[in-house]
């Protein structure tokens, strides 16, 4: 059996042959997953505001319904990016669980 980051000879040609790949993967899956994370999170903040369009600001449009926006995406990918609400290392361990399948 093969474990991931090795190479046997006779492997397809884009094997990884010294894990700096896998590392390269690893990364790139995390950061999707922080990222998807924090799109999860930002839908939650904006369903979460009143339903009426009322916010800090009164009525949100124009510039203060932008204003909000940005806040909430800014905080959404901060909180995501120091642990957020744990979704990402989920989505990380089912996709490793899946890969050592």
Do not use: C, W, Y
């Not at 040609?13 to 999170?41: C, H, V």
């Not at 990016?81 to 361990?93: E, P, Q, R, T, Y």
């Amino acid at each position: 059996m093969t474990t991931i980051g090795s190479s046997t000879p006779g492997s397809s040609p884009g094997a990884n042959t010294n894990g700096l790949s896998l590392k390269n993967e690893t990364k790139k899956i995390a950061d999707a997953a922080t990222q998807f994370e924090a799109l999860l999170i930002d839908q939650m903040l904006r369903s979460a505001r009143d339903p009426d369009g009322e916010g800090l600001m009164g009525t949100e449009d124009g510039p203060g319904s932008a204003l909000m926006e940005m806040g909430e995406q800014q905080f959404a990918q901060t909180l995501a990016n120091n642990g957020g609400l744990g979704i990402a290392k989920m989505v990380i361990a089912g996709l490793e669980n899946h890969a050592n399948r």
